[in-house]
């Protein structure tokens, strides 16, 4: 039998999976990131299967529940499948990891607050999302700390990287061809980058793995500074 520790990463094809694959996991850990290809996240039984049955026989050490619906403006008419895959996916994924004893670690998000605060957001403030987006991710927070599972909620904003899509990719694409680019000015944030936040969870998830007394509950990280 292996002695592996395998995490069980969802997203795999996103920013953060992608870093997540890439980063420098030490020697006996290991990760098995999917994408809709091979979990559909809105098939909850499926999901309950994924973790019941581990990776070749052996038991997943872990979960880091990175996958998501991400498309803001497209959730407010798109309610139920944002419902779906920002909640309903992760309840169904720390239901699981509970009855296997195994942690989950859950991605959040900025959105589940209201955007009001000058400043940095501390995990004790008042959530209250606007949107459908933020609303679903609050679910999903919900359901994972009212699981029973060994959990770290992380909160996260505005993720950058080399890959997928992001506004830094999308300013340089318009601006390559626009000779002036008119962009709203009313919003405040903390760029991150998908590498940083992805070495931030492999250094979680080991901890929750191996200690079993290591800290639980909500978490917020992102690169420091603000645009």
């Known amino acids: 039998m292996s002695d592996v520790k395998r995490i069980l990463v969802t997203g795999g094809n996103g920013q953060l999976g992608t870093e997540l694959k890439r980063y420098a996991w030490p020697e006996g850990w290991a990760v098995t990131a999917i994408d809709i290809d091979e979990l559909d996240l809105r098939d909850t039984a499926a999901i309950a299967a994924m973790v019941a049955k581990g990776h070749d026989g052996q038991p997943w050490a872990a979960v880091i529940s990175a996958g998501a619906y991400t498309a803001v403006d497209k959730a407010e008419s798109d309610i139920v499948t944002a419902w779906a895959v920002n909640a309903m996916a992760p309840a169904a994924f720390a239901e699981s990891c509970a009855n296997a004893g195994i942690p989950i670690v859950q991605v959040s998000t900025d959105y589940v607050f209201d955007g009001a605060r000058d ?103 992102s690169n420091a500074g603000a645009v």
């Open 119 to 221: 400043g940095a957001w501390e995990v004790t403030d008042p959530v209250a999302p606007l949107g459908v987006y933020g609303a679903s991710k609050l679910g999903g927070e919900l359901a994972v700390r009212t699981s029973g599972a060994r959990h770290a909620i992380v909160r996260t904003a505005w993720v950058v990287s080399a890959h997928g899509n992001n506004f830094i990719k999308t300013m340089l694409r318009v601006g390559a061809t626009n000779p002036t680019l008119r962009v709203v000015d009313d919003q405040h944030g903390s760029p991150t980058s998908a590498t940083d936040l992805a070495a931030a969870l492999a250094t979680i998830t080991m901890r929750l793995v191996e200690d079993s007394a290591a800290p639980t509950g909500t978490y917020h990280f």
